[in-house]
């Protein structure tokens, strides 16, 4: 499948997508704070979507552009809701429900997911990196989870946030809602690297092709595998783990890339 071609700002709305090989660059582009609105997830929604069914894609990376990577939810949005009859209930509901359901897409979609920050990562915005299953960020980017300090303990980040983060010190950000540097995110177990501003994109897109350069279908099998096992007590994680490696060794690219291996020489994988 060719390319395809970088979309003009007014073309493509809150998300931008760009593809360069197996890789697929999607864009939240909603200044200055990348807030996530109703419009903003909705169309996040339906680039994942779209991602899911690209034939040859085999990593996503989740960007953002201005100096705020997202400011989470459009409080904005929602304080105007509250003139609503019911108070603002149902609009809440939908926008809770919308979040929840973007990063439920996150974890099912096939292809693994990095997200690359370059600024603050806060509340929903937190939860978004803490969501992907690989995160990249300069070394001034900085995340936390604030709705305590306005009333509003981050429940829905916490869900992220919790299992990306070691217990306590996800807590910690949940109950102090103080910010965080790029050190302190990675020794929490937020992001898996720090890099200078400037070799952000640069690094991104190398870890990005030496990950799409792995077997498809084994990444799709790891990923899913991996996000299954997580919550299991430890008996029921290795019998799934079992399952899902014997049936691996029965896949086309398991034979050819074992093969590949016994005989030195470079595997081609299947065209997915």
């Given amino acids: 499948m060719a390319d395809v071609v970088p979309l003009r700002r007014e073309d493509f709305g809150p998300v931008g997508m760009e593809r360069s090989g197996a890789v697929l660059r999607l864009t939240l582009a909603n200044p200055p704070a990348n807030a996530l609105s109703i419009a903003v997830m909705e169309a996040l929604c339906g680039r994942l979507d779209t991602a899911a069914a690209m034939a040859g894609v085999h990593v996503v990376v989740l960007a953002s552009t201005g100096a705020v990577f997202s400011a989470g939810h459009d409080l904005k949005e929602m304080t105007a809701h509250r003139a609503d009859p019911d108070d603002g209930r149902g609009f809440f509901e939908k926008t809770m429900r919308l979040a929840?359901?973007?990063?439920?897409?996150?974890?099912?979609?096939?292809?693994?997911?990095?997200?690359?920050?370059?600024?603050?990562?806060?509340?929903?915005?937190?939860?978004?990196?803490?969501?992907?299953?690989?995160?990249?960020?300069?070394?001034?980017?900085?995340?936390?989870?604030?709705?305590?300090?306005?009333?509003?303990f981050c429940s829905t980040p916490m869900v992220a946030?919790?299992?990306?983060?070691?217990?306590?010190?996800?807590?910690?950000?949940?109950?102090?809602?103080?910010?965080?540097?790029?050190?302190?995110?990675?020794?929490?177990?937020?992001?898996?690297?720090?890099?200078?501003?400037?070799?952000?994109?640069?690094?991104?897109?190398?870890?990005?092709?030496?990950?799409?350069?792995?077997?498809?279908?084994?990444?799709?099998?790891?990923?899913?595998?991996?996000?299954a096992q997580a919550g299991l007590p430890l008996p029921e994680a290795y019998d799934k783990a079992v399952a899902v490696m014997v049936d691996n060794m029965l896949r086309d690219d398991a034979k050819e890339g074992i093969g590949a291996f016994l005989a030195k020489r470079m595997p081609t994988w299947e065209k997915t």
């Fill in 161 to 227: 946030v919790t299992r990306a983060a070691h217990p306590k010190q996800a807590m910690e950000m949940l109950l102090t809602g103080e910010t965080i540097d790029a050190a302190t995110a990675k020794d929490f177990g937020l992001v898996n690297r720090i890099v200078p501003k400037q070799y952000l994109r640069q690094v991104v897109d190398k870890y990005a092709a030496v990950i799409a350069s792995k077997s498809p279908e084994a990444l799709r099998i790891g990923k899913a595998a991996h996000r």
């Fill in 100 to 152: 929840a359901d973007l990063m439920l897409k996150i974890a099912a979609l096939p292809q693994p997911v990095i997200a690359e920050v370059d600024g603050l990562a806060t509340a929903a915005g937190c939860q978004l990196v803490a969501t992907c299953d690989l995160a990249v960020c300069t070394d001034t980017s900085t995340f936390c989870t604030p709705g305590v300090n306005i009333g509003l």
